[in-house]
């Protein structure tokens, strides 16, 4: 749906009438241009906009589609600039994901927002507070609605940091971090860099100077500043790449550390089960002669079998003996 339309004349904003005749208007007086601003729109409603300014038919081709990689390309005069929006969910730690288009011609801004995150009412208000911001023409919006996707990329980058943190604690500290919490995480900043990194090479390669009047050169240095923040934020999201990375195998050997000690205490305990439990095997298939059975002390009268009193003491002596032994090493 069409959310919000309006003309702007030295940074002044206008009601606009018919888009064509205004339109028309604008371009014969050099002065000016239509900033008309879309959520979630529907085949009919764009190809209303684009019957009255005449979009690329490419540029209407992603629009239409939708879900584009961030990137910012020139058509004949106009660009398309598609950038990807992000929203963080406090509640589940997740990254959210959306979409605003930004079409820029002759005299004319359509911004094309998809998904939740990121609205651009607040932009628009922010221009209209300054008309001196808004006299630079369609790239001021263009600007405007960069500069505000970044900067929340950057509240995300803190976000983001935080939870970092938080593992890092978990891991390294009580150790009641899991791998699921760690790969979580890790998907999210792969989530951010899917948005970020794109929109950092787009605007380094593409030349706004060839889309400026000479009146207007005086807004580039804002999209270097834009770029900068962006730059910025990249290099935080790739250390917040490696390091969660390094976590997850520090994490994965801790586990693996934790399941020989297991098994190195399993081991002993079975260990010195293993001697009473053979030897009471062996005593226990009842042969007819053993001389163990049998063996006594003192005269047919005072007879003292002594036999069982041995074959316990050698299974206690037999355990305590490994139990020292293993205990000397740690084992258990």
Same mark, same amino acid.
């Given at each position: 749906?069409?959310?919000?339309?309006?003309?702007?004349?030295?940074?002044?904003?206008?009601?606009?009438?018919?888009?064509?005749?205004?339109?028309?208007?604008?371009?014969?007086?050099?002065?000016?241009?239509?900033?008309?601003?879309?959520?979630?729109?529907?085949?009919?409603?764009?190809?209303?906009?684009?019957?009255?300014?005449?979009?690329?038919?490419?540029?209407?081709?992603?629009?239409?589609?939708?879900?584009?990689?961030?990137?910012?390309?020139?058509?004949?005069?106009?660009?398309?600039?598609?950038?990807?929006?992000?929203?963080?969910?406090?509640?589940?730690?997740?990254?959210?994901?959306?979409?605003?288009?930004?079409?820029?011609?002759?005299?004319?801004?359509?911004?094309?927002?998809?998904?939740?995150?990121?609205?651009?009412?607040?932009?628009?208000?922010?221009?209209?507070?300054?008309?001196?911001?808004?006299?630079?023409?369609?790239?001021?919006?263009?600007?405007?609605?960069?500069?505000?996707?970044?900067?929340?990329?950057?509240?995300?980058?803190?976000?983001?940091?935080?939870?970092?943190?938080?593992?890092?604690?978990?891991?390294?500290?009580?150790?009641?971090?899991?791998?699921?919490? *760690?790969?979580?995480?890790?998907?999210?900043?792969?989530?951010?860099?899917?948005?970020?990194?794109?929109?950092?090479?787009?605007?380094?390669?593409?030349?706004?100077?060839?889309?400026?009047?000479?009146?207007?050169?005086? *807004?580039?240095?804002?999209?270097?500043?834009?770029?900068?923040?962006?730059?910025?934020?990249?290099?935080?999201?790739?250390?917040?790449?490696?390091?969660?990375?390094?976590?997850?195998?520090?994490?994965?050997?801790?586990?693996?550390?934790?399941?020989?000690?297991?098994?190195?205490?399993?081991?002993?305990?079975?260990?010195?089960?293993?001697?009473?439990?053979?030897?009471?095997?062996?005593?226990?298939?009842?042969?007819?002669?053993?001389?163990?059975?049998?063996?006594?002390?003192?005269?047919?009268?005072?007879?003292?079998?002594?036999?069982?009193?041995?074959?316990?003491?050698?299974?206690?002596?037999?355990?305590?003996?490994?139990?020292?032994?293993?205990?000397?090493?740690?084992?258990?």
């Amino acid at each position: 749906m069409i959310v919000d339309q309006a003309m702007y004349v030295d940074g002044v904003r206008l009601s606009p009438g018919d888009l064509s005749d205004e339109l028309a208007t604008l371009r014969a007086s050099a002065s000016g241009f239509m900033w008309i601003g879309l959520k979630d729109p529907t085949d009919d409603e764009f190809e209303l906009v684009n019957r009255e300014l005449g979009l690329h038919p490419l540029a209407v081709e992603d629009a239409v589609t939708g879900n584009q990689r961030a990137k910012i390309d020139s058509y004949e005069g106009s660009l398309l600039a598609v950038l990807k929006t992000l929203r963080y969910v406090e509640r589940t730690s997740d990254i959210e994901t959306g979409e605003v288009m930004v079409f820029v011609g002759d005299r004319f801004v359509v911004t094309v927002r998809r998904g939740e995150a990121n609205p651009l009412d607040h932009v628009r208000r922010r221009l209209e507070a300054d008309p001196a911001q808004l006299r630079f023409g369609p790239l001021a919006v263009l600007h405007a609605v960069m500069d505000s996707v970044v900067d929340n990329y950057e509240r995300i980058d803190q976000f983001i940091a935080e939870d970092l943190t938080q593992i890092e604690q978990q891991v390294f500290g009580d150790g009641d971090a899991d791998a699921t919490s *760690i790969y979580r995480l890790k998907r999210e900043v792969l989530e951010f860099r899917r948005a970020a990194l794109p929109l950092a090479e787009a605007m380094r390669r593409f030349p706004f100077l060839n889309y400026v009047g000479k009146g207007e050169k005086k *807004i580039l240095p804002f999209f270097r500043d834009v770029e900068d923040h962006l730059a910025r934020t990249n290099d935080h999201v790739e250390s917040y790449d490696r390091l969660l990375s390094e976590i997850l195998n520090a994490h994965l050997t801790q586990v693996t550390v934790q399941q020989n000690e297991d098994m190195r205490k399993i081991s002993a305990w079975v260990a010195m089960a293993a001697v009473p439990t053979m030897i009471a095997g062996i005593y226990g298939m009842n042969f007819e002669y053993m001389p163990e059975l049998i063996a006594y002390v003192g005269d047919d009268e005072n007879k003292f079998y002594y036999g069982y009193f041995v074959i316990m003491a050698l299974m206690i002596s037999a355990s305590t003996g490994l139990y020292i032994y293993f205990r000397k090493h740690k084992w258990i």
